[in-house]
């Protein structure tokens, strides 16, 4: 009994006695015309509070069993939906396993006996929506992202999902729609931000890609990211000139090389395009220093051709050796002796017989082809004595490089054949170094 039916019981008791002290008589109940019955005053007083104690009594306990019940069914309830909501994320869990383990045929089960569970899984929507996209059943993993989509607008997975679906479609009007709608919920998330710019860029929508380029630096933190977005920035300058180039607008795509180059200077394709432009437009001088300055800065051979083609059509040959002389005192290793064979090779078609032989005399451990060249140029010259020599020394490297193995992954070099190289772990990698030099 509550403290409040407690209070009212007493003071109701209060009453009847103070009623009763006042009215000491009888009143007269009339149950018919004729029937009647006293009762005294104290009597009715106090059978009227037994009465409603009773029917507030009554009535208390049929709220409480009503509420004892409605908890009951709720409890079960809540019960229920816990289980099924164990047995979900366990099969959902299944299913991951499933697709870690490249059995997708065991999600595609996972995934549907989830969705029996719950036809409203939102995670289980998105993961089976992805692997109907891997299958090509775009119109299933539409329908599927759109669900989870509709059922949480929230849910950034989903909307990526669905971009990703209507970007396979070939829709991407929409696809960009689903991205601003997950970028709205993650302003900061690179991955959006990365496949947005990748959906204006396909567009063409250069100034949007630019807009998009400047959100993803400014939230890049590592270095390696840093680098690798300023390369990309490269990449869009470089792609919007081409693209200039195309419509014929040649002052905007000179603008748009010279930012590539400004953007990633390590780069080697703007240096190269604007260069070209430059030759075809008559300014061998102005193509020359930018592919000077593009084999400066990146080291690409592709320059070093381009600017030994203009020095060719400049008849200046000693140009062509000043350029491959300083290319060789700054390169290293194979790219060096590749360097000393193409002046070697310049020296020899020009004539310059005792400068190539000595050019290749140079090379502390000639490869074969060098070896090969150098018997040519003493042979041209009839210094048959020198030429055998060269000859026995490169039979004699043959022999050392067919006992000797190279993996072709990380360049290593072994003394003994394995099946996995000690360095790189890469399976069946290993060549003999005479194949690899070749």
């Known amino acids: 009994m509550s403290l409040r039916l ?3 019981f007493i003071v109701f008791v209060l009453l009847t006695v103070y009623f009763t002290f006042l009215n000491p008589g009888e009143i007269e109940i009339r149950l018919t015309q004729s029937i009647t019955l006293p009762i005294p005053v104290t009597v009715f007083l ?3 509070v037994l009465i409603g104690a009773l029917l507030t009594s009554v009535f208390t306990g049929f709220h409480q069993i009503k509420s ?8 079960r309830s809540w019960q229920n939906q816990t289980r099924r909501q164990k047995k979900c994320e366990q099969l959902y869990q299944k299913a991951e396993n499933a697709i870690a383990g490249e059995h997708r045929d065991k999600a595609f089960s996972f995934l549907n006996k989830t969705l029996d569970e719950d036809p409203n899984h939102v995670s289980s929507l998105i993961l089976l929506g992805d692997l109907y996209r891997e299958k090509g059943k775009l119109e299933q993993a539409l329908e599927k992202h ?3 989509v509709n059922l949480d607008r ?3 997975r989903a909307l990526q999902g669905l971009a990703e679906d209507y970007a396979t479609a070939g829709k991407p009007n929409k696809s960009i729609e689903a991205l601003k709608q997950a970028r709205q919920l993650e302003p900061d998330s690179l991955a959006i931000l990365r496949k947005l710019r990748e959906a204006y860029r396909k567009q063409g929508a250069w100034n949007l890609v630019l807009q998009i380029q400047k959100s993803i630096l400014s939230q890049v933190s590592t270095t390696e990211d840093r680098e690798r977005e300023k390369e990309y920035s490269g990449q869009i300058a470089y792609l919007r000139g081409c693209e200039l180039l195309q419509q014929q607008q040649m002052e905007p795509a000179y603008s748009e090389f010279k930012r590539a180059i400004r953007e990633y200077p390590p780069s080697p394709p703007p240096y190269i395009q604007l260069g070209d432009l430059y030759q075809q437009n008559g300014d061998l001088k102005a193509a020359i220093k930018i592919w000077k300055s593009g084999y400066d800065n990146t080291g690409s ?3 070093l051709l381009r600017l030994r ?6 008849q200046k040959p000693d140009e062509i050796i000043k350029l491959y002389r300083e290319a060789i005192q700054r390169s290293r290793n194979s790219e060096k002796e590749t360097l000393v064979l193409t002046l070697a090779e310049f020296y020899l078609n020009h004539g310059q017989k005792e400068e190539a032989m000595k050019t290749l005399w140079d090379i502390s451990s000639p490869s074969i082809p060098a070896h090969l060249l150098l018997v040519k140029a ?3 010259n009839n210094e048959m004595e020198k030429a055998d020599l060269v000859i026995r020394s490169a039979l004699q490297k043959v022999n050392t490089s067919l006992s000797r193995f190279v993996c072709r992954e990380c360049n290593k070099e072994f003394e003994q054949w394995t099946a996995v190289c000690p360095e790189c772990q890469a399976w069946n990698s290993f060549d003999t170094a005479l194949n690899h030099s070749l």
């Open 301 to 303: 051979h592709i320059c």
């Open 146 to 148: 759109q669900k989870a």
């Open 309 to 314: 083609a203009a020095y060719q059509q400049m």
């Open 154 to 156: 929230e849910n950034v």
């Open 6 to 8: 407690i209070i009212s």
């Open 378 to 380: 003493h042979q041209d």
């Open 68 to 75: 004892s019940l409605q908890a009951f069914l709720k409890t």
């Open 46 to 48: 106090l059978g009227s």
